[in-house]
């Protein structure tokens, strides 16, 4: 793959991975796209919504509906792709278990892309392990040429063997950008959807025999690995060999430009027949892989001598910094000059945006000194001072089971609250919800409703009122929703209004049972990006006091002038100052004004 | 041997690290490069340290810019210049804009904005340049167009040809402004080359 060679034959395009992954789509003529937006994930959907016209998408409310969708499509004999995070993967488990057994009719292409080091997610778990679990195959590219021309490879593999495939990305695929020759589009038919019983209604009759095929497919597709020019073999010094693949074989390709390389295009099932005769040319092997030792495991199982996490580790991503500490520590690598250390300097941790409508909810929360079970998007933010509103982060909806199990187990002296945005209260926390009613917790839920799915981007959701292609769509009544869940006490808050926001959290304490608050106010980013008149400090009134800031509003810092006292004052930044009137409501001496009333004065 | 060319631009969320390491990438390109860029999303847009690498030459196998070997660092705050200042190869170029975004954190009693981060970061890398480019986009009219005027700066460390910046950057700063960011760029390579040349 010589990207520089005839450049005027062909168009080449400088991709993200999941930009290439779009383009793989186009080229492949897959016809549907379903998934829940995460990071790394997201832009893979978003970027066919825009640029494959051809192509139809949506977001679905989770990951678990997602893969159903593509399922049906494949099913109904239409190319199909299912997009998620790694632990959106977990979601949709239950239909790829048996997904498994069942198999396509149309080729059906699963991501995954997980997210070593986590960049932007609550855990780090290795994906690789569902390939071996379900028995399915997975492709895994290592540039973003490879995430191109990997989906039609995917899809013709989906189709031949009769089985799903899973694509494993790394965030580190998914936003790396690399230079990427287009290819020829085929245009497949849909073939539509054939009954089958024996194939498609898995009861137990039908699925035993189905689990007897699964066993027989595995073994043709280690047959078909150990022959695929997917799994390469790049002759070098044959000193030391090295087994890789995805992210870990280019960083271990830099690192190392004399060695051997057999390089895995299909992570699961592996060419160990393949890998065997390689490991026979070369002195010493090293398997490069990142977090679990997923390879070597097997390497090792199957007799082949081999080394691996004694030079990588089991944490994080595999930068080309820890790499080369591991190869220089096994004597594979001559040391190198030493790095100097990094500089101290105080960290960026993210906060909540100026003008977020969470703020306000969280500055009141804090005040009752509950327990509050916590769930996943910006609001999570809402857990780190000076907020410190928010007890725990487990799972996409948790915070809602959290809350109830707390509850049952609690001796009453602390109030509990879950809270939840209304993104997560669509995808998982519903039927949470339901529970609570229907179990008789006495626990407050805040649905934290913003109207987007915002930490991720910006997506359209169920109650956005549009869907990913633009369409005007069915905006889901979230007050209607939950009443109709069986809830009796609903209060409605405005979210900037600290006074409403805390008798509402008060009364809804009171009542026994489940209640729920509704605040709903939009991002303050998207889908429009608020500005209204903003604030300032008027430097004679202010006393130093600190009050303001622990809203942790990004626009207020203590870079003032010192009071006689020596107390420094707080300094409102107008230029990202929203407007928003909440930290006024937390001053004392009147020091906060808007900016054109300093004019009147 | 295979000399790759490694490029860092650093910032906070915002700031438009993202835009120019995206001209200066697509850029690599169109100038004949096997090219890669890499960045993390995801928190950057609430506040977050931004980091984008840029490598190219005759073949680039990794996105990353190994640790210590990064030939010019293009950072758009003072801080993150001080955070990624050994990242920098020996020998290795600074461009840093005197811009300071001091985070909410600094407010607390645990953590202070470093005093002097351009001074500390002189102390690891061997040649610094600081801009101003707040203050120069200003003079020029427009404060929206700081990150193309930085990217300038870095383009006098560069021998892409003229018409190569000129035709990527009109194709992805917004339609109006293109005259304006041109204008920018050449400000920003006027004044990196005036810098380097005062030594």
Redesign the interface.
Known sequence: MEASQKPEEKLRYLLSGNEAVALGCREAGVHLGAGYPGTPSTEILETIARMVPEMYVQWSPNEKVGLEVAAGAAFSGARALSTQKHVGLNVAADPLMTLAYTGVEGGLVVVTADDPELHSSQNEQDNRHFARFAKLPMLEPSDSQEAKDYIAVGMDISEEFDVPVLFRMTTRISHSKGIVEAGETQKPAIRGFTKNPLKYVMVPGHARPRHAYVEERLVKLRAFAETSDLNRIEWGDKKLGIVSAGAAYVQAREKLPEASFLKLGMSYPLPLEKIRAFAEQVDRLLVIEELDPFFEEQLKAAGIVCEGKNVTGLLGELTPGRLGAGLVREGMLGASTEVAEGAEVLPRPPVLCPGCPHRGVFFELKKQRGNVFGDIGCYTLGALPPLSAMDTCLDMGASIGNAIGASKVSDGKKPIFATIGDGTFLHSGMTGLLDAVYNRANITVVILDNRITAMTGGQEHPSTGHTLMGEEAFDVDLEGLVRALGVEHVENVMNHDLEDVQAALQAAQEHQGVSVILAEAPCALMPYKIKETPYEIIEDACTGCRLCLQTGCPSISLTGTLTAEGRQRAVIDTETCTGCGLCPQTCNDHAIMLVSEEVTV | M?EIQNMLIVG?GGQGVILASAIL??AA?EA?H??????????S?????VSSHVRFG???????????EAHVMLAFER??A??????VA?GGVAIVNRQSI???????KN????ED?IG?SRE?VERVIEIDALEECRKLGNEKMVSVLLLGALSAQLDFDGAIWEKVIRSRVPKGTEDGNLAAFAKGAELATAALAAR
């Open positions: 295979n906070v990438a697509q390109m004949g096997d090219t890669k860029q890499s960045e993390v999303h995801g928190m847009q609430r506040g977050g340290t005759e073949k680039v196998w990794s996105p990353m810019v190994p640790e210590g801080a993150e001080l955070r990624a200042a050994h990242l020996p001091i985070p909410p954190i600094a407010s607390g953590f202070a904005y470093p981060p500390d690891r």
